[in-house]
């Protein structure tokens, strides 16, 4: 059954603390992203990867860091110096034929 | 400034009246995509249409797109209870670097 799964579904963080979020696929595609969003707010680009070993920021990266070891993977860090880390967070990858993104179920991030 | 701007923040109507939802956008697109979201869960892809399309169906829905005026609109017929989410217009290009999302529509389907 292919698709994307992220883990953990809720995490909490205590202040000056890095969490990692985990983003797998198997639906062999070679781009993904991660998003932010924020309660009832649209989504906003972090972090994206077109390839294995790539990666380029998006609007929002001050605070986050990515890796791309594997095609499979692309977890993202939430660094100890994002100021504002809650928020719900996303990750998708691209169907390169045709544009269009496929979703995981997202992460709840909550700092205490 | 976000690239879409849905329209209306928030709609509610009648279990079988259909929902149209507006989206906007800035600068020259290669394909806009409209996807739903549940609350508190993932993006559901629904349809993508490219630039040179006009209007695209499938099944209940039915979009169009006027490039003229860089707008468009997304026609949910028949609505369902199970309609109600929240729904996101995104524009971007094949290659994905560009994909920027608007804050979306909230739809409330009153049975």
């Known amino acids: 059954d292919g698709g994307i799964t992220q883990s953990p579904k809720y995490l909490f963080r205590k202040e000056g603390q890095n969490v990692t979020l985990s983003c797998e696929q198997n639906l062999n595609h070679d781009a993904m992203y991660w998003y932010r969003q924020d309660p009832g707010q649209g989504l906003r680009l972090i972090y994206y990867s077109q390839i294995v070993n790539d990666f380029q920021k998006g609007d929002i990266a001050e605070g986050y860091s990515v890796s791309r070891e594997k095609k499979e993977s692309f977890p993202l860090t939430v660094t100890s110096a994002q100021k504002n880390p809650t928020a719900f967070y996303l990750c998708?990858?691209?169907?390169?034929?045709?544009?269009?993104?496929?979703f995981g179920p997202g992460t709840r991030l909550t700092v205490l | 400034s976000q690239q879409g701007e849905e329209d209306p923040q928030a709609l509610s109507i009648q279990e079988g009246e259909n929902a149209t939802m507006n989206c906007s956008y800035k600068?020259?697109?290669?394909?806009l995509q409209w996807y739903r979201q549940n609350s508190g869960r993932g993006l559901v892809h629904l349809i993508l249409?490219?630039?040179?399309?006009r209007e695209k169906h499938s099944g209940r829905l039915r979009v169009t797109l006027d490039t003229s005026k860089k707008s468009s609109s997304l026609l949910i017929t028949a609505s369902r209870a199970a309609d109600t989410a929240s729904y996101f217009c995104a524009t971007g290009d094949n290659y994905g670097q560009n994909f920027v999302f608007g804050p979306g529509t909230r739809l409330s389907v009153l049975p």
């Open positions: 249409i490219r630039s040179n399309e």
């Open positions: 998708a990858s691209i169907t390169p034929l045709t544009g269009e993104q496929f």
């Open positions: 600068t020259s697109i290669n394909n």
